[in-house]
């Protein structure tokens, strides 16, 4: 016997898009001014690390308005052509943040590198404290900032969110070792530290994006983690009334699971003690997942 069970989520899921919106508006907001604080300091004060954490926070003015197109048009209504609804535009403004993330930071290694040379050759002028103190306050800043949207990413199981957070804590990093770089470079007199440090971030920032790049990515070619894959089939195997799981195959819709489910039961249950059976299943699979829809089969199996 065939049973499709449908998970109603499109107001759940319009929520947290909706309270998704929202924070990525003020991260844009917040992104907007330590970018400008940083890069108008930077040139200013001559510190290429500065500059290089500007530029990174640059990306994260980019990101926050790719992932809200991304939110905005992931929350329209299924038509006759997506069916499905349009939950995989957020993992293609992810997969987008990541990629901007990942030419910032080649970006700042062309930069820099070209300072280093131009250091080797005609010195630099000095640097100035200010830009430690510049650095120390954009990092505490984003370090706050990368709490609150990892906090809500796992709360709203947004990964928009989490993208976000992730991106907010290789912004705090960077501007903390940038306040390192100079510092040191202040203290010996060795400027190179600042120019190779800012070398150091871009390529940072460049590992992180392709990180974004790489999990994104997973899930827009219908690719699904496997130790989820493997939570669920042992937990669906300690049930009694399951006499095996036939098959299972699960993808992702933006943020939310499609799980296709073939499992083996007694062939003399009643029609009843099925609709048992799938209620004990579709509680094990909504304990801590988002799913759009489960289509679970039901086939009679003998030992």
């Known amino acids: ?155 709203l199981a947004d990964s928009a969110l989490l993208s976000s957070a992730k991106d907010y804590l290789s912004d705090a990093v960077t501007s903390f070792v940038t306040l390192i770089a100079i510092g040191i470079a202040l203290i010996t007199g060795w400027y190179l530290i600042d120019t190779f440090s800012a070398i150091l971030l871009g390529a940072y920032i460049s590992i992180n994006g392709g990180q974004i790049i790489s999990q994104s990515a997973a899930k827009l070619s219908n690719g699904f983690n496997p130790g989820l894959k493997n939570k669920y089939l042992l937990s669906l195997k300690r049930l009694p009334s399951i006499e095996k799981v036939i098959y299972m195959h699960a993808r992702y819709s933006g943020d939310n699971i499609i799980l296709e489910l073939a499992v083996g039961v007694d062939a003399n249950l009643t029609i009843r003690q099925v609709e048992a059976i799938r209620k004990d299943i579709v509680a094990i699979l909504t304990a801590d997942e988002t799913f759009l829809y489960c289509c679970i089969e039901f086939r009679p199996f003998k030992n």
């Open 1 to 155: 016997m065939d049973w499709r069970y449908l998970f109603n989520t499109k107001k759940k899921a319009k929520k947290k898009i909706h309270s998704a919106q929202i924070i990525i508006s003020v991260n844009m907001i917040i992104y907007l001014i330590i970018a400008a604080f940083e890069l108008v300091l930077g040139n200013l004060t001559r510190s290429a690390a500065l500059v290089a954490d500007g530029k990174n926070n640059v990306t994260g003015i980019l990101s926050a308005l790719i992932l809200l197109v991304g939110l905005f048009y992931s929350s329209k209504p299924r038509d006759e052509f997506h069916m499905e609804g349009h939950w995989q535009y957020e993992v293609l403004a992810v997969f987008l943040s990541g990629l901007l993330m990942v030419l910032i930071g080649i970006n700042c290694m062309w930069v820099a590198t070209l300072k280093t040379i131009f250091i080797f050759n005609h010195g630099t002028e000095k640097l100035n404290i200010i830009a430690c103190y510049a650095a120390g306050i954009s990092g505490s800043v984003l370090l706050v900032e990368a709490w609150i949207n990892y906090h809500k990413g796992v709360t």
